[in-house]
């Protein structure tokens, strides 16, 4: 299976901007998020192929994951 995993903001400086990731068996986005070192607390926004989801979503192959950090603004 494979998913891509997209990163913004903050996230993409700490790892990268997009990187399609392998996996053999069913993976959850927390998994992601454990092998990311994300804590659920730094996430503002979690996005399926366009659509919100929560961690415990079961991604599926050919998803495309995209994480965002809570947005701030003024």
């Known amino acids: 299976m494979e998913v891509e995993i997209r ?11 997009s990187k399609r990731l392998h996996f ?3 993976v959850q986005i927390i998994d992601i998020l454990d ?4 804590d ?23 998803d495309i994951l995209a994480l965002f950090p809570p947005i701030a603004g003024g």
């Open 40 to 62: 659920v607390e730094e996430i503002g926004m979690i996005l399926v192929n366009g659509s919100y989801q929560t961690v415990d979503y079961n991604l599926k192959d050919g």
């Open 24 to 26: 053999s068996d069913a």
């Open 7 to 17: 990163l913004f903001a903050s996230f993409k400086k700490r790892c990268w901007k």
């Open 35 to 38: 092998i990311l070192q994300i």
